[in-house]
């Protein structure tokens, strides 16, 4: 099994930023994609950005591009999400995710899920 944990969410205003982290325990951890999703009420859960487990291959959506960096730590077995030039449309819960193989953005093909966090952005 896999436990993902998230931090670092919470309110700041438009144009500020947040850096969301997640840690991973559990399985060992070899050849798997992490991403972060958001989802809004009433809504699908979004791709944000997804990175490699070596964190030599990372890629993010359109809407993100430019403004969210993902990262990792492989000596933590964490994965970052730093958010810059935040909008008021990036008020979501934000989740962390895990998949084993080949990379993907839809949340359906990932496996393991954090909690989620919340992030507000003030307009």
């Known amino acids: 099994q896999v436990q993902l944990v998230e931090s670092g969410g919470g309110l700041v205003q438009a144009g500020g930023s947040l850096r969301l982290s997640c840690a991973a325990s559990?399985?060992?951890?070899?050849?798997?994609?992490m991403g972060w999703f958001r989802q809004t009420p009433g809504k699908e859960r979004e791709f944000v950005a997804a990175v490699s487990w070596s964190g030599t291959s990372t890629y993010s959506s359109d809407s993100v591009e430019g403004r969210f960096t993902i990262s990792s730590d492989n000596a933590k077995n964490t994965v970052y999400l730093q958010m810059n030039s935040l909008k008021p449309e990036d008020t979501a819960v934000y989740y962390c995710?895990?998949?084993?193989?080949?990379?993907?953005?839809?949340?359906?093909?990932?496996?393991?899920w954090g909690q989620g966090t919340q992030v507000t952005v003030s307009s």
């Open positions: 559990g399985r060992a951890f070899r050849a798997y994609y």
């Open positions: 995710a895990l998949k084993y193989g080949s990379r993907a953005t839809t949340f359906s093909e990932y496996d393991y």
